[in-house]
């Protein structure tokens, strides 16, 4: 369990729960490349916590994606 009480790897009900989405919200952002696919762990899907955050936070703007980062770092311009 992370500090906060949800699990590192998270079910497809309790990613749900975190999130507050429906199950058919949960699709259209993992279709539509903002939320990420789940890996297999014991067997079954589960869903990296770390990885829900990290799109999260990329969704409201308060990180770049690696990329962009990486990119601006290098040939300069904006700040990263």
């Known amino acids: 369990m992370t500090a906060?009480?949800?699990?590192m790897m998270l079910s497809k009900k309790t990613a749900l729960a975190y999130?507050?989405?429906t199950e058919a919200?949960?699709?259209r952002e993992i279709a539509a490349g903002r939320l990420p696919d789940a890996v297999m762990f014991g067997g079954r899907e589960h869903w990296?916590?770390?990885a829900l955050d990290?799109?999260?936070?990329?969704?409201?703007?308060e990180v770049e994606a690696d990329h962009d980062a990486e990119f601006?770092?290098?040939?300069?311009?904006?700040?990263?």
């Open 48 to 50: 990296y916590k770390d």
């Open 4 to 7: 906060h009480g949800w699990p």
């Open 54 to 61: 990290k799109a999260l936070a990329l969704i409201a703007g």
């Open 25 to 27: 919200a949960f699709a």
């Open 19 to 21: 999130l507050d989405i």
């Open 72 to 80: 601006w770092k290098r040939f300069g311009g904006k700040a990263a």
